[in-house]
């Protein structure tokens, strides 16, 4: 799957592709508006890029103090509330790029 193809996704389809993986679920869900879902995924995937989406989540919030916390934890700067959907776009296509 690539970028573009996960973003059409998010557009068209009421629910996340079965085949992608948690972290990419998670993704999709924040995309789509549905946050406790996505919260829901991310904070039981268990490693940095767990972390990563954790931290975006809680951006996304407005929760930018609990969003450093796990920003650290997965050992990336945190960002501003403006940067959100290119924070996105970053850890997608870091997901991506490792399947």
Do not use: C, F
């Not at 990419?24 to 940095?48: C, F, N, T, V, Y």
């Amino acid at each position: 799957m690539t970028l573009e193809e996960l973003t059409q996704s998010v557009e068209l389809d009421s629910d996340p592709p079965e085949e992608i993986s948690e972290e990419l679920k998670a993704l999709w869900l924040a995309k789509k508006g549905r946050w406790h879902e996505s919260h829901d995924i991310a904070q039981d995937i268990p490693s940095k890029t767990g972390s990563w989406i954790h931290a975006l989540l809680h951006t996304i919030e407005g929760d930018l103090g609990n969003a450093g916390y796990w920003y650290a934890r997965a050992s990336e700067p945190p960002i501003q509330m403006e940067q959100i959907d290119a924070e996105w776009n970053r850890i997608a296509s870091e997901i991506l790029s490792k399947s």
